[in-house]
């Protein structure tokens, strides 16, 4: 079990920026693979950006590209998400996820079996 805890999430205007903090507790956090998705009401979980264990590589969604950073901090057992130039479309609720290390970075959430409960971000016109 790798229990997750988000945080961050807020209002912000458009073209504002946030930082999200995704705290994993139990486990040990450097054996994972960790992963932004995001929910709009009525749609799809859908893929923000991943990092492997050690943060050497990264994936972003092309819908996030060049404006979201996502990073890691094993000795805090604390991945981020940088977002910046935000638009009300990226308004939705943010999930981190976690899965045991493999050299794969995926972009479906059915390969994650652990996740956080989510934070709130909404971003205003």
């Known amino acids: 079990q790798v229990p997750l805890v988000e945080s961050g999430g807020g209002l912000v205007q458009a073209g504002g920026s946030l930082r999200l903090s995704c705290l994993a507790s139990?486990?040990?956090?450097?054996?994972?693979?960790m992963a932004w998705f995001r929910q709009a009401p009525g749609k799809e979980r859908e893929f923000v950006a991943a990092?492997?264990?050690?943060?050497?590589?990264?994936d972003y969604s092309d819908s996030t590209k060049g404006r979201f950073t996502i990073s890691r901090d094993n000795a805090k057992n604390t991945a981020y998400l940088q977002m910046n130039s935000l638009k009300p479309e990226d308004t939705a609720v943010y999930y981190c996820?976690?899965?045991?290390?493999?050299?794969?970075?995926?972009?479906?959430?059915?390969?994650?079996?652990?996740w956080g409960q989510g934070t709130q971000v909404t971003v205003s016109s």
């Open positions: 139990g486990g040990t956090f450097s054996n994972y693979n």
């Open positions: 990092i492997t264990s050690s943060g050497g590589y990264i």
């Open positions: 996820a976690a899965r045991y290390y493999d050299a794969t970075l995926y972009d479906k959430a059915e390969k994650y079996p652990y």
